[in-house]
């Protein structure tokens, strides 16, 4: 919405037609936020929004996509037992998540915030919202939007 492409993506036909789905942030140079929580919701609503149907897009297929549930052809691949595995530890007592299902409340008002903790493939990377080598992260980043501006 934000490059102003000029429609929503077509969740209803692209569904209907069994296409693997998956979401990213895209990055900052087009998205600002980075919070795959947030771009979750706006996913969800545009398309309800899009089609003028409140039904299109439930939050446990919105949740399916956010996992890569619904994409194996992308990657996604179901958890199994001695595997390494991805995941987040959320804080459920968040205001935001509280009065909902867990599902529902990451996808219609979580946000990154409400993540404590994240390990990919049995590594932490951020361990009560601290990311070990965030100093060196920061840093690189501000060196490699300072080359990109041409400072």
């Known amino acids: 919405m934000k490059l102003a492409v000029g429609r929503a993506f077509p969740y ?3 569904h209907a037609a069994g296409v ?3 979401i ?3 990055g900052a140079a087009s998205n600002n936020s980075l919070d795959l929580l947030a771009e979750l919701k706006t996913l969800t609503l545009l398309q309800k929004h899009t089609a003028v149907d409140a039904a299109v897009l439930p939050a446990a297929d919105a949740w399916a996509i ?3 549930a619904a994409a194996p ?3 996604g691949t179901p958890l199994a037992v001695g595997a390494p595995a991805d995941f987040a530890l959320v804080d459920t007592t968040t205001p935001e998540l509280a ?6 409340g990451l996808v219609y008002s979580g946000t990154g915030a409400s993540v404590q903790s994240v390990v990919v493939a049995g590594s932490v990377l951020m361990r009560e919202r601290r990311v070990a080598d965030e ?9 490699a939007a300072a080359r990109i501006r041409g400072d």
């Open 66 to 68: 956010a996992t890569g």
């Open 99 to 104: 009065p909902a299902p867990l599902v529902d």
């Open 12 to 14: 209803p036909a692209a």
């Open 20 to 22: 693997s789905m998956g």
């Open 135 to 143: 100093d060196e992260i920061r840093a690189r980043a501000a060196a």
């Open 24 to 26: 990213g942030t895209d």
């Open 73 to 75: 052809a992308l990657g």
